[in-house]
């Protein structure tokens, strides 16, 4: 019985240990698949190049689920000179089984110092999908070993390596002294044309010469670069003149040999002023320039020091902050002029009620009707301007007085008004300064309730 | 005692406040002797002086470019006409020498890239950068003194906001030009090629590649500084490196 059940067990541990291993397996196997759908690899064509020979870096994408807008981040290729050349190739390949689109992107290199370089990764980003987040895959760094160019260099030979062609052209055989002669050379090569200085000039020749276009082509895997200059000749002397080949030093690395292309020399045949190809030195002095007679070195050429700027760039700061400062001081003063007239209208009003004597008088009804309004302008603080009954509820309300007071200000100048328009009506039962000056009085301290 | 103290501060002040001035001027007439004379390098050496003193000022830059031009020497002449310009930039004579030395020169005129740069040649070209200072100066005046009109006397302020906003907006304007002048000769300050032939170079080294040549004459910018070598950008914005000793910065 002991032993049945441990066969059991024994059958069940196999079998959990047997689940395990194809678990583990299958986890295995998907791994190598997610790295092994996409990878990238950089090398180059020449690992030991001369310093200034062209070299291609190719990068290749290894796709096999078809990635959607990949981005290349290249080197920043370090101790080379560079031209992109872009995607060269899209190619499919089986490896291990398994279908890969394969694209391959170029770039023409130079080395521009001899020694041991190493080109830095360059990369790929993969953008986020819904399956996979933004990832990136960086390449190998390589390594190349740049060689200096051989003992034995040409004179004038100024670093251009590769295989060069050259063409030139005259605008012209014929030509009087002093006018200009054009002459288009073209430089092709595989080497690198694009920085290469312009070819050597013969000697005893007034010239200048003009770097023109510069322009490539992707031919058997290299870029072929071809420029143009325009040397303009002015020759001096009249008659037959032979201008020397023009020529172009270089260093072919195939061959490992320098070499040199040049023109053939060319004849002009240059005329003197009246036409006629006589031997004749031109006339090639230079202008006498006259000197200017100089006015006062004790004084500065410049209109304005930079101390001088300084202030009198802040200067009108200055008075503008003075302005603003002056209108500032002006408004506080004012305001301080304000409160106190506003602390002090009823104190002056009920003074100024208590010397009037009103009796039967118009003339008191007018007093009195002008300190109400010079109170209620007092206590606004605003002008006093012989404003009407209409124009002091008016004010009152603009200016938010409580509803209180403006019905006692409101009784109080028809209390007024009455005495001034009806003065012979004796019902009036707040006829007298004190009476007003109680009026008066409510109606300030229901201001003050506000 | 006291006569005696008179006397000294009469002296004192009939002195001239800068002896150098009366050396300066000096050379100066010997320099321009030398010149009339035809002996241009004595001239050149004298006007040198004359600089080297401290004087900064136009008519000596000016005698100065003539005395090198005269010696064949584009490249110092070309720099002392610019400095001259940068003085007297509506001085035709000034301008007239300047051409004759862009014609002469081997590398061909290249027009400046860059809508700001070619705004702020354009302005060198007529106004020095103490007559933009000045300019700027008057404007920001009329500005602020409009602003204060402005607050000060409410009647007038239709007028003074005309004023202020005129005022600001040339203010804007010319601050405009003299910043970009400030900003674009002090990041990339402009130099002349003063020796025969330069080769200018992939890096700061003789052992780079040479990418092209540039000649007596050629105006060029400097970009950086590394040791005894600048990084130089020319006005169609190619760049490369040259030996500072090369050019002379403006």
Known sequence: MIGKQDSIRNVFRLWLAISLLVLVGATLTYAQDVQGDVYVVASVDNLSPYVGQQIIYSFRLYDAIGLTNPLYQPSDFEGFWRVDIGVVSQTSEDINGRQYTVTTIATALYATQPGEQSIQPSSVVLPETVFRSKTSLTANSVLVQVQSLPEGQPPGFNGAVGQFTMNATLDRQSVSVGQPVTMSLTVNGTGNVEQLPPPIVPEGWRLTVNTGGYSSDLQNGLIVGSRDYQIVLFPANSGVQELPPITLNYFDPSAMAFRSVGTSPIEIDVLDSSGNSVEQPADTSEAFLKLKPIRDLNGSSTVLSISAFILLFFLPILGVGAAIGWQWTRKKRRDVQDRLRQQQALRVALTQIKRVELSDSRLGYEQMSHILQKYVADKLAVEFDNQNRVDILSLLTSYEASKSAIVKMNLLIQVIDEGLFAPTFKNNSLSSPDDISRLLTDVDNAWMQK | ?250
Not at chain 2, 67 to 80: I, K, M, P, S, W
């Open chain 2, 1 to 250: 005692m006291k006569s005696l103290l008179i006397v000294l501060i009469t002296i004192a002040l009939l002195q001239p406040l800068d002896p150098s001035v009366n050396d300066a001027a000096m050379l100066a007439q010997q320099a321009e002797l030398a010149y009339t004379e035809g002996d241009f390098q004595l001239s050149v050496n004298k006007y040198q002086q004359v600089v080297d003193a401290g004087v900064w000022n136009a008519e000596i830059f000016f005698n100065l470019g003539n005395a090198y031009y005269q010696t064949h020497d584009l490249g110092r002449a070309l720099v002392n006409y610019r400095r001259a310009e940068q003085l007297i930039p509506r001085d035709d004579e000034l301008r007239l020498n300047i051409a004759r030395v862009r014609a002469q020169r081997i590398d061909p005129p290249v027009a400046e890239v860059g809508i700001l740069v070619q705004i702020a040649q354009w302005t060198t070209d007529w106004f020095s950068n103490s007559e933009i200072g000045l300019l700027t100066l008057m404007t920001w005046w009329l500005g602020c003194g409009f602003f204060v009109v402005y607050r000060l006397v409410p009647k007038s302020r239709t007028v003074s906001n005309w004023g202020s906003a005129i005022g600001g907006v040339l203010f804007v304007l010319f601050s405009s030009v003299a910043g970009m002048r400030i900003i674009i000769e002090y990041a990339h300050p402009s130099a002349i090629v003063i020796v025969e032939t330069v080769s200018v170079m992939t890096g700061p080294d003789a052992q780079y590649i040479e990418i092209f040549e540039l000649h007596a004459g050629g105006e060029i910018r400097v970009v950086q500084k590394r040791n005894d070598w600048v990084r130089i950008q020319l006005p169609d914005l190619r760049e490369g490196w040259v030996e500072a000793q090369e050019i002379e910065v403006i």
